[in-house]
Structure formats: structure tokens, C-alpha cells
Nanobody, 126 residues
Framework: QVQLVESGGGLVQPGGSLRLSCAASGFTLNDYAIGWFRQAPGKEREGVACISSSGIMTYYADSVKGRFTISSDNAENTVSLQMNSLKPEDTAVYYC???????????????????WGKGTLVTVSS
């Protein structure tokens, strides 16, 4: 059974950092694209970043480029999202998602992913 479990969310001040983790079980990261998505209150879910199983290919939403970094640890079957210089507008529930195939720019579309975690809340506020 495929399962994705997010962790690492919490409350952080503007300008601060958080590191989210996604633990995958029931499958290996090989040949899968893993993505991070977020949904702010009253808004639609949007893609943040994705990474290929090799860790070589990554894509980022323009809103997080230069601030967020996605990485994978295939040995641990985990994918992380390092978030720096956080802004209040980054406040959202962050979801990990997976689908068989490569990470390409279309992977930032929510409809491109088959498997989803339940999310972890990130609140950026002073």
C-alpha cells in the first residue's frame, strides 16, 4: 500500500526557515516523481516543487525559486523541502505527492500526481 507521510510543519516567523520531510512507504522512489504542493486558506492547491527519482531533475514554482530546495534520499525513501526566507504568503498546508514517471514542469499540476499524503501545516507569522 502506497503511503506518504509529511512532517516538519509548524509556526515560524517571517524570514525564518523550516524543513519538511516526506516519508514514502509501499514503493521505492526509483522511477517516481515526487512533488510538494500547498494549499492556503480559501485558495486552490498549487504545485511548489518536484524532483525526479535520480535527484537530478527539479522544478520549482516561480514564487519559491531561490528560497526553497527539494532533495531526495533514496536510501531512506524520503524527500525533503528546505524552506528559507519564509513569507506570510507561504502559510499553507503542504502536501507530498508521487506519481510514476519523470519530474517535468507539468508535475506542478495537481492533476499529474496519483498518490498524496495528508499534509502538514506551515504558518508564517510574527
Amino acid at each position: 500500500q502506497v503511503q506518504l507521510v509529511e512532517s516538519g510543519g509548524g509556526l515560524v516567523q517571517p524570514g525564518g526557515s523550516l524543513r519538511l520531510s516526506c516519508a514514502a512507504s509501499g514503493f521505492t522512489l526509483n522511477d517516481y516523481a515526487i512533488g510538494w504542493f500547498r494549499q492556503a486558506p480559501g485558495k486552490e492547491r498549487e504545485g511548489v516543487a518536484c524532483i525526479s527519482s535520480s535527484g537530478i531533475m527539479t522544478y520549482y514554482a516561480d514564487s519559491v525559486k531561490g528560497r526553497f530546495t527539494i532533495s531526495s534520499d533514496n536510501a531512506e525513501n524520503t524527500v525533503s523541502l528546505q524552506m528559507n526566507s519564509l513569507k506570510p504568503e507561504d502559510t499553507a498546508v503542504y502536501y507530498c505527492a508521487a506519481d510514476f514517471g519523470p519530474c517535468e514542469d507539468y508535475r506542478l499540476d495537481v492533476d499529474s500526481m496519483e498518490y498524496w499524503g495528508k499534509g502538514t501545516l506551515v504558518t508564517v507569522s510574527s
